[in-house]
C-alpha cells in the first residue's frame, strides 16, 4: 500500500510518517505541505518525496492519505482525497465544525472510501484491558466516569482559534469522550461546562470542567488542559476512574515510563517503554483498507466526540446544560 501524509503541521505527523516507514508492504510516497520549508525538511528526514500542494500528493500514485493539517484544514483535504478515491486517517477532532466534519464523511460515503478517526487511545493496553472487562460486566452496571487529559499547552497554531476551532477544551477532550463513548455503548445528551484560561498567557482557553450525561444513564467528568509545564513527559495524561455497581476501575493510560535519574545533567526524565499506540493505530487503518471492513473508529465517532467540545463551548459561554442536538 503507497500512503501520502497531507501537512506536517501537527506534531503526530512525525509519529505516523515513522509507522508507515516501519510496516512491511506499506511505502511513505510522499508528503504535501503549503509551508515548503517544513515540508521538505520531513521529506528528507523520511526519505521521501516532497509535494508543494495537495493536488500533487493525489495524483501521484497513492493509495491513502494520513490528514495531520491544522483543524480547520481537515475538511478540504478530506473532500479532495475522497473526490481522488484515497482512503483517509484523519488526525483529531475530525474538523473545527460540525458542518465540515459531517461533509467529510458524506464525502467519504459517496466516493465508497474509508474515513478513520486518529484515536491512538484505543490501542493503548491499560485502555484495552479496561474494555474487555466492561464488555465482560465485571463492574456490572456503570453508573460514573471521572476523566483527566492534562498536558502542555502545544503554541502555534492551537492557540490560533481559525485554525483550531479551540483550545485545550477541544484538543484535549475528544481523547477521552471517544473512550467513554466506547466503553459505555451510549451517547452523550448534554453537557455544562466551565472554561477559562488560567495557565498561560494567551488568547484561547487553557482549562475547563466538563459534566454530561448520558442516554443509558451514567454521567461523567472531564478536566482537559494545557495546564503542565513544558517538561511534562507526556501530551497528556489520559486518566479515568470508572465507578459501577459492582466496583471501581481505574486506568492509567501512559503510565508506561522509567524514571531516570542520571547526574550528568542533574535531572530527572522519563523514559516511556509502553505501546507504540500510533504504529497500531497505522496498522489498524491499513488492515482496514487491505480487508475492506467497517473503519474500528469511524468519521462518526470523530462527530459525536466533537460535538461535545462544542456543546462544552456553548455550555460556558451562556452558562446552562446543552443538549447535544443544539450543536
Known sequence: MNIGIMSFAHMHAHSYAASVQ?????????????????????????????????????????DAVIITSENARHGEMAVAAAEAHKHVLCEKPIAHSRAD?????????THGVTLQMAFPCRFLTAVRRA????????????????????????????????????????????????????????????VYAQVDTRFNDIPIDDCGTLFFEFDDGAFATLDPSWSRPKSFPTWGDVTMQIVGEQGTLFIDAL?????????????HRNSFWGDGMDLDLVTDFVDCVREGREPSITGNDGLQALRVALAAYKSAEERRFVRLDEV
Open 255 to 267: 503510565r508506561q515510563t522509567v524514571a531516570l535519574y542520571e547526574d550528568v545533567s542533574m535531572r
Open 101 to 109: 466534519a459531517e461533509l467529510m464523511i458524506e464525502s467519504c460515503r
Open 131 to 190: 474494555k474487555e472487562s466492561l464488555d465482560a460486566g465485571t463492574l456490572g452496571k456503570i453508573y460514573a466516569i471521572n476523566g483527566t487529559n492534562h498536558g502542555r499547552m502545544p503554541g502555534g497554531w492551537f492557540i490560533d482559534r481559525t485554525l483550531s476551532g479551540g483550545g485545550a477544551v477541544i484538543d484535549h477532550t475528544v481523547h477521552v469522550v471517544d473512550l467513554m463513548r466506547w466503553f459505555l455503548k451510549s451517547e452523550v445528551t448534554r
Open 22 to 62: 516501519s510496516m512491511p508492504g506499506v511505502k511513505l510516497v510522499g508528503i504535501a505541505d503549503e509551508d515548503e520549508r517544513r515540508g521538505r525538511e520531513a521529506a528528507r528526514t523520511y526519505a521521501t518525496t516532497y509535494f508543494p500542494t495537495i493536488p500533487a500528493l493525489l495524483e501521484a500514485n497513492v
